[in-house]
Nanobody, 115 residues
Framework: QVQLVESGGGSVQPGGSLRLSCVAS????????MGWYRQTPGNQRELVAAITTGTRTDYADSVKGRFTFARDDAKNTLYLHMGNLKPEDTALYYCNLQQLHGDFWGQGTQVTVSS
């Protein structure tokens, strides 16, 4: 069982930046996929950025060019660098790690973009 703990959320003005972090209690490897999702009240959780076994990272069209997924394997940590934030980016952000023995989610970190 892997536990994921997100941090880095907060309130920011439009155009601002944030970096989300997600620390895993165990190794990220081997993985089937890893990434970030977000959810707003009354809506389904949606993909923000994720990588499957390979090197390509998939991004939601709405965040392309503004958000960047990264990871530090030595620290078992995922990151989501978010730039040029918009009010529509306001959501609860979750990190996800899919491995052969389980599909793991963090508790979420709130991002609020407002002037």
């Amino acid at each position: 069982q892997v536990q994921l703990v997100e941090s880095g959320g907060g309130s920011v003005q439009p155009g601002g930046s944030l970096r989300l972090s997600c620390v895993a209690s165990g190794s990220l490897y081997p993985y089937l996929s890893m990434g970030w999702y977000r959810q707003t009240p009354g809506n389904q959780r949606e993909l923000v950025a994720a990588i499957t076994t390979g090197t390509r990272t998939d991004y939601a069209d709405s965040v392309k060019g503004r958000f960047t997924f990264a990871r530090d394997d030595a620290k078992n940590t995922l990151y989501l660098h978010m730039g040029n934030l918009k009010p529509e980016d306001t959501a609860l952000y979750y990190c996800n790690l899919q491995q052969l023995h389980g599909d793991f989610w963090g508790q979420g970190t709130q991002v609020t973009v407002s002037s």
